[in-house]
T-cell receptor, first 115, second 117 residues
């Protein structure tokens, strides 16, 4: 089966500009996650969707970050305006929700550099 | 609340030597535990997982890990390192089914494994 797709793979922007990332999960996966991975750290969950509803966005900086998952499939994560500290890899992951299937499958990530 | 501590941000071994990457966790509920590997410029790939049942779990590429509840540990081992094992490894914890932390992964800081010829 096709894996989690993300685009773009790399993005360089100046601070105060806006940027958007796109994720297409594995077909049939109801749960979608966005993580932020700062260099030298483990991924940190930003937001979790179940179908097109938000399950957990407690770690999302809502003054500048937004995310949506229309129709319960693709998702976009937006940053506006970007700050230097937003430089990181943004990972998308998806999983099924049935009991006994706990694995999250990760996409290749988008590496964001804010200058 | 849950957390993960990986002991050693860098581990270096010779090809053919034992690989041991240490992970300790904290969880207020019975944990589900995972090891992921990340190669440069790639996403995370699941190596193995513990949910319930047998405490010694085997994963891909010859890796295995043992869940020790009394030590709150989930160390990753491989008997003989290969050059292709060089990567960054992440331990992660989530809560079990029915809990509020179910499906929410908390990752450790990562351990970079270097394999020398």
């Amino acid at each position: 089966e096709a894996g989690v797709a993300q685009s773009p793979r790399y993005k360089i922007i100046e601070k105060r500009q806006s940027v958007a990332f796109w994720c297409n999960p594995i077909s049939g996966h109801a749960t979608l996650y966005w993580y932020q991975q700062i260099l030298g750290q483990g991924p940190k969950l930003l937001i979790q969707f179940q179908n097109n509803g938000v399950v957990d966005d407690s770690q999302l900086p809502k003054d500048r970050f937004s995310a949506e998952r229309l129709k319960g499939v693709d998702s976009t994560l937006k940053i506006q305006p970007a700050k230097l500290e937003d430089s990181a890899v943004y990972l998308c992951a998806s999983s099924v929700t049935s009991v006994g299937r706990y694995e999250q499958y990760f996409g290749p990530g988008t590496r964001l550099t804010v200058t | 609340a849950q957390s993960v501590t990986q002991l050693g941000s860098h581990v270096s071994v010779s090809e053919g030597a034992l690989v041991l990457l240490r992970c300790n966790y904290s969880s207020s509920v019975p944990p589900y535990l995972f090891w992921y590997v990340q190669y440069p410029n790639q996403g995370l790939q699941l190596l193995l997982k513990y949910t319930t049942g047998a405490t010694l779990v085997k994963g891909i590429n010859g890796f295995e890990a043992e869940f020790k509840k009394s030590e709150t540990s989930f160390h990753l081992t491989k008997p003989s390192a290969h050059m292709s094992d060089a990567a960054e490894y992440f331990c992660a914890v989530s809560g079990g089914a029915g809990g509020t932390s179910y499906g929410k992964l908390t990752f450790g800081q990562g351990t970079i494994l270097t394999v020398h010829p």
